[in-house]
């Protein structure tokens, strides 16, 4: 062969090599598009969902204080319910107390009597 048929035979063979690689690497980028369109896809439905809970966010906070205003008058009132009851409950304490202490009293001049009548 002669010099001019080797060069040839090379650059063929380079011209091959680089062709097959051309092929390769069309494949390669092709996937990477499609892999880039649902990348794209999954992004614009994690976009629209977090939209969607912000959304939410937004009128649970509204719907919460709207509603701790309203509840605010019911603890109000609670804690003076709270507060007459305590002094109540004082009251019936002391009450209690002092109805234990006259029956104990009635008791014992009861027991006085019956002793004075065995007596007599």
């Given at each position: 062969m002669t010099e001019v048929a080797v060069i040839d035979a090379i650059l063929v063979l380079l011209l091959v090599a680089t062709s097959a690689y051309c092929v390769l690497l069309t494949r390669r980028?092709?996937?990477?598009?499609?892999?880039?369109?649902?990348?794209?896809?999954?992004?614009?439905?994690?976009?629209?969902?977090?939209?969607?809970?912000?959304?939410?966010l937004e009128?649970?906070?509204?719907?919460?204080?709207?509603m701790g205003?309203?509840?605010?008058?019911?603890?109000?009132?609670?804690?003076?319910?709270?507060?007459?009851?305590?002094?109540?409950?004082?009251?019936?304490?002391?009450?209690?107390?002092?109805?234990?202490?006259a029956v104990d009293e009635v008791r014992a001049i009861g027991l006085r009597r019956l002793r004075e009548q065995e007596q007599t």
């Open positions: 980028l092709k996937a990477l598009k499609e892999g880039q369109a649902s990348l794209q896809a999954a992004l614009a439905t994690f976009d629209e969902a977090s939209r969607r809970a912000e959304s939410n009128r649970m906070e509204k719907a919460g204080l709207g205003r309203a509840l605010d008058p019911l603890v109000a009132r609670g804690d003076a319910l709270v507060a007459e009851l305590s002094v109540m409950l004082s009251s019936g304490d002391s009450i209690a107390g002092r109805l234990e202490n």
